[in-house]
């Protein structure tokens, strides 16, 4: 009888760490209770519901720019971020997909202000208004990233960017050339962190661009 016992206890066993190696190969991230947490938390909805409105923003009032900003600088800059922003929005997009989170492709009230605000302008002052606007959210996408990645990886280094007037690549400072997502062990929330850890670079670079772009307005209004 102890004999049987014993064999019934080794196959469990052996079942046990089969179901946990095809866990593990499947790419299930195993949290202290030994299952795979593949549950989105109430951080992860915000989160992907706040930066899809945030990156659709930014296209919104960035296509508009293409048509109506008066700098050449300016204009491909809007460009860049027409095209930038659409490619991480597609890609959050999948990971929306993939966990069931809802991604809107709509602008909030604020942002439709902005638009309208920002459509009434003319010339000069519209460049300056959308230039500010995009400082003001691309300092917000940033921080809300940083929230996503692994804090060691932010420090500062060296980053190619390219100059939005020239095509050409600069060497600026930037927070992060190569960052890596905060780990996590829910399946949901690792692959959100890993879009922000990838998104993050070209958000910084953009931000610094605009920032200069700034500069470049404000040297051309006092001449």
């Known amino acids: ?19 946990n190696r095809n866990n593990t190969a499947n790419g299930g991230a195993i ?7 593949t549950e989105a938390s109430s951080g992860d909805k915000n989160f ?24 050449p600088d300016v204009k491909k800059f809007a460009q860049m971020m027409v095209d930038d922003h659409t490619a991480a929005g597609d890609k959050l997009s999948g990971v929306a997909t993939q966990n069931s989170l809802e991604a809107p492709a709509d602008v909030d009230d604020a942002h439709r202000g902005l638009h309208e605000k920002l459509a ?5 002052d519209f460049d300056k208004d959308y230039v500010d606007a995009m400082i003001d959210d691309h300092q917000k996408l940033v921080d809300k990233l ?15 960017d390219k100059d939005p007037a020239t ?7 930037v ?4 960052v890596l997502p905060e780990k996590s062990d829910n399946v ?29 307005l404000k040297k051309r209004s006092t001449d």
């Open 167 to 173: 095509g050409q690549k600069n060497q600026v400072d």
């Open 48 to 71: 992907v519901r706040d930066v899809s409105r945030m990156n659709a923003a930014e296209i919104d009032v960035s296509r508009l720019a293409a048509e109506r900003a008066t700098s």
């Open 1 to 19: 009888m102890k004999r049987i016992c014993f064999a019934s206890m080794a196959i469990a066993a052996l079942l046990t760490a089969g179901c």
């Open 31 to 37: 949290g202290t209770s030994g299952r795979a947490d």
């Open 120 to 124: 009434a302008k003319q010339g000069l």
């Open 188 to 216: 949901v929330t690792q692959r959100v962190n890993a879009w922000a850890a990838e998104t993050y670079p070209t958000a910084w670079a953009h931000l610094k661009s605009v920032k200069a772009l700034k500069d470049t």
């Open 146 to 160: 940083e929230s996503r990645i692994d804090k060691a990886t932010l420090s500062n280094r060296s980053f190619d």
């Open 175 to 178: 927070k992060a050339q190569s």
